[in-house]
């Protein structure tokens, strides 16, 4: 009798995810398998006829240079992620002194974490106007006769978008930082102390090593993150100047919503994917080998923080 | 942990490091200072260095236009507002549910359905673009808000948070529930809902910043200027008056400022959530 009741209520399992199955099932696993499908036909939308082209898209990628180009300008917007790791270490290990208004700071540092949004790009848009805008205009006050065009030319302006992402990301990775530094164990510190280790060196050969999950958590959900956004790029620059700033998550959405050619756009989106599978499995890697190098601190579960 | 004894143990040690950062922190947030006061300028002090920042000449006229007019931001604004607070509040309740599913009950085929959830999460929303919209053209709900709400009503992520949160309540408490005859139902709205407060409040104020500051899916699934979200209402405004630099930084602050208030807010929930979903196993 009791038994019986048990199984029912396991079956209620099904119960309580099936609405949220549903819509993985109808807004991610079947647009994949279709956008799957897609990569292999010439489909372009407004277009009646919808061959079935084997592998000539992937060809097409393969041939294409502003594929690579885009390929190009993704690594260097990715260079943003470990430099604002390495940033928000620094600002996590300051907070965690004995300062003042330490929670007035961790806000301040954090807020363009929560508040951005293209909005927020707009403004940097105007700060780095080239000839009038403020930074320049800093710039030039402290003597520097020839500040660089930020977005304006094509050699840096996938710096100056690294800039906002740095900016950007910067407090999400101190916020992390702060959280892991609370689990460094204080008796461990304590005894460097006593034996007369230096603070860089504690700094160095202590808390380094054992925020290490945690900066590798952090590289790999930034890179993840960072990899699928376009938003900052489309509404700053649209991918100029010269398709300078054109990454591949952009390329698609040009592909598929200026030139209407969705099944090239699926293909190359695919790549994209591949990127992302090769950062995960490296992950999976990654987190046995510090599983075992560190096995106190191995066991936390990770995944990326940006929705998919 | 205090890590440079030498520096701020004592009172003017902790002062100068407080300083420094705060000037820092001040810096980080100069672009929003600069466009609150940019937006107050008139047009000849845009671009006057050094910077006033705080104008001489003080003037509402371009937060005026921002929110008059056929374009006023009102319209955009109900529309974000709209999407946004049905998204965040099915999402939570949508993601809870799941959540629970996962965490609390033994089913047959649970690991699988949940292998899925995390393979899904590598998929780029790139590759979903395409076939979302041909779909929804199918559907006949491109170019209108359904077509953000009901995707919006699904975040994998916050399945994964919950879950986690869920994981970690201990299980007495609803082996005690199950000899006193309560089922999985009763467990949930009545047990662990209730406990689990802080992280749904958590996963609705991330939610509903994702939602609010989403241009990706708005630029893709809508094109009827009636219908566009504060973002792309932004964007047209730019687009629209692109030397207005006043005008532009006064539209940046009504797509900026709700979420500056949500932060103030909902900081300490927004912190803890981020991080024990990060780090705490």
């Given at each position: 009798m009791y038994n019986n009741w048990m199984r029912r209520q396991r079956l209620l399992g099904y119960v309580f995810i099936g609405p949220s199955m549903l819509g993985v099932l109808v807004f991610f696993l079947i647009p994949a398998v279709y956008s799957f499908g897609l990569m292999f036909t010439n489909y372009k939308f407004m277009s009646p006829n919808v061959e079935f082209v084997g592998a000539d898209n992937i060809v097409r990628m393969l041939h294409d240079d502003l594929f690579y180009l885009s390929l190009r300008n993704t690594v260097i917007f990715l260079l943003a992620v470990p430099v604002s790791i390495g940033l928000g270490f620094v600002v996590a290990v300051i907070l965690n002194q004995?300062?003042?208004?330490k929670k007035l700071l961790r806000g301040l540092y954090f807020m363009p974490y929560i508040t951005s949004g293209v909005a927020v790009a707009f403004v940097w848009m105007l700060l780095f106007?080239?000839?009038?805008?403020p930074i320049n205009g800093f710039l030039r006050s402290v003597g520097i006769a020839h500040p660089p065009g930020w977005l304006s030319t094509t050699t840096s302006s996938m710096y100056a978008i690294d800039i906002i992402w740095v900016w950007f990301l910067l407090g999400y990775n101190m916020i992390i930082y702060l959280a892991a530094l609370q689990e460094v164990s204080s008796e461990l510190l304590e005894a460097a102390k006593i034996d007369g280790a230096r603070p860089t060196q504690i700094l160095r050969k202590i808390i380094w090593p054992l925020v290490s999950p945690t900066t590798f958590l952090l590289l790999i959900t930034g890179l993840i993150m960072t990899i699928k956004t376009f938003g900052i790029i489309q509404a700053t620059t649209q991918g100029g100047p010269?398709?300078?700033?054109?990454?591949l998550s952009l390329y698609v959405y040009q592909n598929a919503f200026?030139?209407?050619?969705m099944g090239y756009a699926a293909t190359i989106s695919w790549a994209l994917f591949a990127i992302i599978l090769l950062i995960t499995l490296l992950q999976w890697l990654g987190q046995k080998k510090m599983g075992s190098l560190l096995s106190g601190q191995g066991g936390h579960r990770r995944w990326s923080l940006k929705e998919v | 942990m205090e890590l440079k004894r030498s520096l701020t143990s004592g009172a003017a040690g902790r002062l100068l490091v407080t300083v420094i950062m705060l000037a820092l922190a001040i810096v980080m947030i100069v672009p929003f200072l600069w466009m609150i006061s940019t937006s107050l300028k008139t047009p000849a002090e845009v671009?006057?260095?050094?910077?006033?920042?705080?104008?001489?000449?003080?003037?509402w006229a371009h937060h005026h236009k921002v929110w008059t007019?056929?374009?006023?931001?009102g319209t955009y604004y109900l529309n974000s507002l709209k999407i946004s607070i049905i998204g965040m509040l099915g999402a939570t309740f949508l993601s809870a549910f799941a959540a629970y599913g996962f965490a609390r009950i033994e089913f047959k085929g649970r690991n699988a359905l949940f292998m899925i959830y995390l393979s899904m999460m590598?998929?780029?929303p790139q590759v979903l673009f395409v076939p979302k919209f041909i779909m929804f053209e199918w559907a006949s709900i491109?170019?209108?808000h359904l077509a953000l709400i009901l995707p919006g009503l699904f975040t994998i992520f916050g399945v994964f948070m919950l879950r986690q949160f869920f994981l970690s309540i201990p299980h007495e408490i609803s082996e005690s529930a199950f000899l006193d005859g309560a089922g999985h139902f009763r467990i949930f709205f009545r047990l662990v809902l209730p406990l689990a407060k802080p992280a749904l409040a958590t996963l609705a104020i991330i939610d509903f910043s994702w939602q609010w500051n989403d241009y990706e899916n708005a630029l893709v699934f809508l094109i009827d200027e009636k219908l566009y979200t504060v973002p792309l209402g932004l964007q047209n405004f730019i687009l629209e008056n692109t030397v207005d630099y006043n005008g532009m930084m006064a539209a940046a602050s009504a797509g900026i400022l709700p979420m500056i208030a949500v932060f103030v807010i909902g900081q300490r929930f927004i912190i803890q959530g981020l991080t024990n979903s990060a780090v705490k196993g």
């Open positions: 004995k300062i003042y208004l106007q080239p000839k009038q805008g010269g398709n300078s700033t054109t990454i200026r030139y209407y050619e | 671009f006057k260095y050094p910077i006033e920042w705080i104008p001489s000449h003080p003037t007019g056929p374009k006023s931001f590598m998929v780029p491109y170019n209108t």
